[in-house]
């Protein structure tokens, strides 16, 4: 068989595991693909998410159906002795070396794309909001500090008295401003599900806006390796209806008078860490 009818089997054979490869992408895996749809924010990254391992199947397609054809067809046996020497083909090198600057520059044209499109009005640098780091904030919004230390997450209030809570919840259809810091070493704060992850710096308020489209529940986690205990600073978080916020806010401040008008950023630990961690 000659070489040409050799490469036209094996580009058929990529293009139909390609296609099929993209579709299953988009229909099957797209729906479970990180972080999800709660708010707008975490919706765009779950779009870029999807387009590039629709780009990269291809790719990954390609070398791994060339590299097994070669195994099965060209696989030379004991009795076949050495083979032929076999010098390096030009076109076939210009061609691979077009197509990688092609794919580099679409993904970089692509991300550029949705770095400056996305700044949606929203504060913020953790939820993808764009090259803006600081915007206007939404007429509105609630403003959520979260307090990490070694080795909990605390969230202050400041509209509704500055109370602190080891729970959080926001509203669904209003913009939610997150204020980050740290009172001690470097943390993360991640909220996974609404496309929020923002370092913990002390001395800093690093800032992430989102809005939630439903309601529902989402997962809190640092990600940033803390110390011993970073694997307990995990929590559940909720986007509550508008009637069910009021109702749990009113419930918080009730359980937390005695944190009621503190400083902006809380010196002390607050609970202690070793009733968080155990």
């Known amino acids: 068989m000659e070489s040409r009818d050799h490469a036209r089997r094996i580009i058929a054979l990529w293009v139909a595991l390609s296609v099929i490869g993209v579709l ?24 870029t998410n999807t387009i590039i391992a629709a780009v990269m199947t291809p790719i990954a397609i390609g070398v791994l159906t060339f590299f097994i054809y070669a195994i099965v067809v060209f696989r030379a046996r004991p009795e076949d002795g050495d083979g ?5 083909n030009e076109r076939v090198q210009r061609l691979w070396v077009l197509a990688t600057l092609v794919i580099v520059m679409v993904l970089a044209i692509f991300g550029t794309t949705e770095l400056l499109g996305t700044d949606q009005g929203i504060a913020g640098v953790g939820g993808g909001q764009g090259p ?4 206007a904030t939404p007429s509105g ?11 909990a997450f605390t969230y202050r209030f ?3 008295g500055n109370f ?12 939610v401003m997150f204020h980050v810091t740290s009172l001690d070493v470097v943390h993360s704060f991640w909220a996974y599900q609404l496309g929020v992850k923002v370092d913990a710096v002390n001395g800093a308020d690093n800032v992430a806006g989102v809005t ?23 929590s559940k978080g909720q986007v509550l ?3 069910d916020f009021a109702t749990w806010i009113t419930q918080q401040r009730a359980g937390s008078a005695g944190v009621r008008g503190l400083p902006v950023q809380n010196p002390t630990y607050f609970p202690g860490p070793v009733k968080r961690a155990g």
Request: aromatic share 6%; glycine share 8%; hydrophobic share 35%.
């Open 158 to 160: 400041p509209q509704y």
């Open 132 to 135: 803006t780091p600081i915007a």
């Open 212 to 234: 939630a489209d439903h309601t529902g529940t989402f997962d809190i986690r640092c990600s940033e390796l803390c110390g011993l205990w970073h694997g307990e600073m995990s």
């Open 84 to 88: 032929p020497h076999v010098k390096g």
């Open 24 to 47: 299953a992408i988009i229909f099957l895996l797209e729906p479970h693909m990180p972080p999800g749809n709660v708010t707008q924010q975490a919706a765009d990254q779950t779009r």
């Open 164 to 175: 602190e809570t080891t729970e959080l919840a926001i509203p669904v259809g209003r913009p």
């Open 141 to 151: 919004a609630l403003d959520v500090q979260v307090i990490s230390q070694q080795w």
């Open 241 to 243: 209806s508008q009637a």
